[in-house]
């Protein structure tokens, strides 16, 4: 970050190299020489386990592309998919990383936000920091949507056809625009031939928004486990060779978990709807999206009216943006923070149990056998109240526990360097602190 | 509080930074990445489907003596000439004459069935497709730059370097032949 | 100590719906009777292979029962011979040069067109040429079957849930008498494993409406209704077996190829995350952190 350049070009390519553009020493000042605080734990490797999921995508992408055919006469995109899984030299394995790599890209940056939310790593100065993620967020959440729909199996068009639908709950503007997007009277082939186009489109968007995410992070640094800024250059070490190699483990880890699910899995994440070609006249008895969007689809499903669901659905990924202003706590890191730490396990639940919500049908019975009572307009016993109840927390979470928590809680004694409580172990607390500061996070 | 950790130079006491381990990871690395890449190279290479089309066969009793069908062959075309016998001995006859690319009739036919002559039809030159029965040598003459080809496949006058190129074939049966 | 108490609770709160959730409720409409406990040497995730004589087996089954009116329009007949498929011989690797698929090939005519004149005309399949489906259209194919579509069956094994044992539950589940008090649609047959709503054509206890569903497909298989090569018996049980196992290779040819293809890389991954791993220790052993 602030602070003179180390780099020096020692050859004389280097030297010519660094006074026509200076980009060496740029990788040098980024990626090298960077004081990185030395106490980060393993939650801050999946920023590069991040942007290696964003290099598998587009590497295996790119390849998929070239033997891809979105429209044609026939089942040509769903064919070309199959064609690629038993015709193309490898294709198998290309097409499963891609697909699989989708979910393991999700599953990163969940873990990645989450890290955010815990350590506090939104807050001030890292505001801009935290709004770059969210764009990033829903640029990968539309590429996403938009690459489940090229094998146009059922559940492809079926996913299409809700989504874009819900553009049609928009009052005044909502048919035309949907018609604009579908490219006809309902989803069809020019609707498929421009989703391949945006979906090839979207992931360099997405990596223009991490150089400047990646930029923003460099402006004040490494937010670290204890949420105290870095002091001193005892704070820091060099980012190569400690956060390099560690990076690198971590990658590697999360590689054999990459595998399993390629080479032995591969379907699992999947749905068995989407191997049959999609057939305009015939709708699957149970529409899900993928994984990652299933919380979603809950909080969409529990708001009767279509275009309060939708404004409540695309509300709570909204909420996130402006959550560094939402959090009025002065301590940073929920190490300290025993109460916040509390509601953020709850959150987290929450979402994992949205997801479940999002799996199951909105009436069927939550807890089998048990008959319930009719409340307003579905039983009680059923997957709809449930996510009302957990989207209620959802939102009250950001709307009303976090702003109330920062004026009301008693934090622990925060530590008052990076350096201090790992030196000097227990005599670097102040008097009075009421707990030990966990060590690691 | 006694201080045993060491903390102001991550280097003191680290003698070998080329430490057997991280040249081990390193290689590691390079095998991972080099294995990672080689099906993203491979997949550009001919699919399953392509390949299933590399070889074609052909029924030679549609040639007629004197003639020649064009045969479409992984995407070029192939011509089959029956010759004649004085076509064939005017090949061989000039086996010895001064040209580009010399060989032997002998070597462009199979043994014993001279009559049957498998060839690309594709100029050595520039690509073009070679017309039947002109030119001065009665084999082919290319429209596109003058190239002439003889009754056996060889460039003998014009800009095209190469005979023309005989493909992989084979006899599976008398009137049969597969071709790739 | 509350705290983690209260956390915990919470989680346990949650495990419980979990649980819950995946309980699978009883679904108030669509019901299937559970798939049967059937075990394929393809059923491990990381060591499984196909038996290429079951395979084997299985296209027998298919070609003469199935193809009669279910296509596969995605397989070839050189695909067959390709390694890890019912006809690979390591003699001919290439599947083009293979003489046994080659001669299943010719057996069928396709359409073309003749090169000279430009007619129409029909000429024998090569190892290139994709199976030929036994109706020209859907229109046809659903004409022929009382107005219900065979589906094409090149990824039916990946496109059911249960995959082939749903198949091999479902071809060996018909009952002869269907229950008392159900109304069989004439061209339709029970089958409990088939997923239907039968409340509507039930008239018995309505609290015991029999699962399952009515299917447009009459019972495929009975005993002999092919003769093995191989001395294996051709009983109904044996049939569907082998059927199902092919239509589960047909699916992904390449399943035996990625399982093992993924031992080696997570083999050699599990051995760079230890390199890494101690390389990482080795570089942060003077750090205080």
């Known amino acids: 970050m602030s602070g003179h350049s180390t780099y020096e070009p020692k050859t004389g390519f280097t030297r010519w190299l660094d006074s026509r553009l200076p980009i060496v020493r740029l990788a040098w000042d980024s990626f090298v020489d960077f004081p990185t605080p030395k106490n980060l734990n393993y939650w801050w490797t999946f ?4 942007a290696m999921c964003l290099g598998i995508q587009i590497a295996t992408g790119v390849v998929l592309a070239m033997h891809y055919v979105a429209v044609g006469t026939g089942d040509v995109a769903f064919n070309s998919v199959e064609h690629i899984m038993r015709d193309v030299n490898g294709g198998w394995m290309i097409r499963f990383v891609h697909a699989n790599g989708a979910s393991m890209f999700f599953l990163a940056v ?37 690459g489940y729909v090229l094998p146009w199996g059922q559940m492809s068009y079926a996913g299409a056809v809700v989504i874009t639908n819900l553009i049609g709950a928009l009052p005044i503007v909502g048919k035309a625009i949907t018609t604009w997007l579908w490219g006809g009277a309902a989803v069809g082939a ?42 001193s250059k005892a704070d820091t070490i060099p980012f190569h060779p400690y956060y390099t190699v560690k990076d690198g483990f971590a990658m590697v880890a999360f590689l054999i978990l990459f595998a399993v699910f390629v080479f032995f899995l591969p379907d699992a994440l999947g749905h068995v709807d989407n191997y049959e070609p999609a057939n305009p006249l015939k709708t699957p008895a149970h529409i899900v999206p993928e994984w990652y969007f299933l919380p979603f689809y809950a909080i969409l499903r529990a708001i009767p009216d279509k275009l ?26 929920m190490r300290y923070r025993p109460s916040a730490k509390l509601y953020f396990c709850i959150f987290v639940l929450v979402a994992i149990g949205l997801g479940f919500c999002g799996a199951n049908e909105p009436d069927q019975k939550l807890i089998p056998g048990v008959s319930g009572f009719q409340l307003l307009d579905y039983n009680l016993n059923s997957f709809v109240w449930l996510s009302r109840l957990l989207t209620t927390y959802y939102f009250a979470y950001f709307l009303v526990i976090t702003p109330l928590l920062g004026l009301t809680e008693t934090p622990l004694a925060v530590p008052d360097s990076i350096s201090t409580p790992v030196l000097s172990g227990a005599a670097a607390l102040p008097k009075g602190a009421t707990a030990q500061a966990e060590k690691k996070g | 509080m006694a201080n045993t950790v060491v903390d102001s ?10 430490d057997f381990i991280h040249i081990a990871a390193a290689t590691a690395a390079v095998g991972a990445v080099g294995s990672a890449v080689w ?47 004085a076509e064939i001995a005017k090949a061989v006859a000039e086996d010895n004459a001064p040209m580009k690319d010399p060989a032997k009739d002998a070597s462009r036919h199979k043994d014993g069935k001279p009559q049957w002559l498998i060839v690309v039809g594709v100029c050595t030159h520039l690509g073009c497709v070679p017309n039947f029965g002109t030119g001065e040598y009665g084999g082919w003459l290319c429209p596109c730059h003058g190239s002439q080809y003889d009754t056996s496949g060889r460039i003998r006058k014009g800009p095209a370097p190469l005979n023309l190129e005989i493909p992989k074939w084979d006899f599976i049966s008398d009137t049969k032949v597969k071709i790739g | 100590m509350l705290r983690k108490t209260k956390v915990l609770a919470a989680f346990g709160l949650a495990l419980t719906f979990t649980g819950l959730a995946f309980a699978a409720p009883a679904l108030a409409e669509t019901t299937q009777a559970e798939l049967k406990d059937v075990h394929w040497s393809f059923d491990n995730p990381v060591f499984g292979k196909f038996d290429q004589e079951q395979l084997q087996r299985g296209y027998k089954v298919y070609h003469d029962v199935c193809a009669n009116c279910h296509s596969m329009n995605l397989m070839t007949f050189g695909d067959m011979a390709g390694k890890g498929g019912p006809f690979y011989n390591e003699k001919y690797p290439n599947p083009n040069d293979n003489p046994y698929v080659k001669a299943l090939a010719a057996e069928y005519k396709v359409a073309d067109v003749d090169h000279d004149t430009g007619d129409a005309i029909e000429r024998p399949a090569t190892t290139a040429d994709h199976f030929k489906a036994p109706f020209a259209n859907e229109y046809a194919a659903r004409a022929a079957n009382g107005g219900a579509l065979p589906p094409d069956m090149s990824l039916l094994a990946k496109a059911r849930e249960g995959g082939p044992a749903y198949i091999y539950s479902l071809v060996t589940s018909y009952q002869a008498n269907p229950p008392a008090g159900l109304t069989v649609a004439p061209g339709k047959y029970y089958n409990p494993m088939f997923p239907g709503d039968l409340s509507s054509a039930w008239k018995g206890d309505p609290k015991a409406v029999p699962k399952g569903g009515l299917i447009g497909m009459p ?30 290779w047909a699916a992904e040819p390449h399943a035996d190829d990625r399982r093992q293809a993924g031992f080696s890389v997570v083999i050699y991954l599990l051995i760079f995350a230890g390199l890494l791993y101690a390389s990482y220790k080795r570089i942060w052993r003077n750090i205080a952190h």
Not at chain 1, 47 to 50: C, K, T
Not at chain 1, 122 to 138: D, M, N
Not at chain 1, 203 to 221: E, K, T, Y
């Open chain 1, 47 to 50: 920023g590069g386990i991040l």
């Open chain 1, 110 to 146: 969940y873990i990645h936000m989450l890290r955010g939310l815990y350590y506090g790593s939104y807050k001030a100065p890292r505001e801009i920091l935290w709004i770059l993620g969210c764009v990033i967020y829903l640029l990968m959440m539309a590429t996403g949507f938009l």
């Open chain 1, 190 to 231: 020019p609707t498929l031939n421009r989703f391949f186009s945006l979906h090839y489109l979207l992931p360099f968007m997405i990596a223009g928004v991490v150089v400047l995410h990646i930029w923003a992070l460099h402006v004040p640094g490494n937010n670290n486990p204890t949420g105290v800024n870095v002091k």
């Open chain 1, 308 to 333: 309060t669901g939708v404004l409540m659905m695309f509300g709570s990924i909204g909420l996130l943006f402006v959550l560094p202003w939402l959090d009025t706590s002065k301590v940073r890191s």
């Open chain 2, 9 to 18: 130079d991550p280097h003191a006491g680290d003698p070998n930074r080329r």
């Open chain 2, 39 to 85: 099906p993203l190279v491979n997949q550009m290479n001919p699919s399953a489907d392509v390949l299933a089309l590399a070889s074609i066969e052909f029924d030679l009793t549609k040639v007629q003596p004197g003639q020649q069908i064009v045969v479409p062959w992984q995407g070029k075309p192939v011509f089959v000439r029956y010759r004649t016998p």
């Open chain 3, 219 to 248: 019972p495929p298989l009975r005993d002999g209704a092919v003769t093995y090569d191989d001395g294996f018996k051709a009983t109904t049980d044996q049939e569907a077996k082998d059927v199902a196992a092919f239509l589960a």
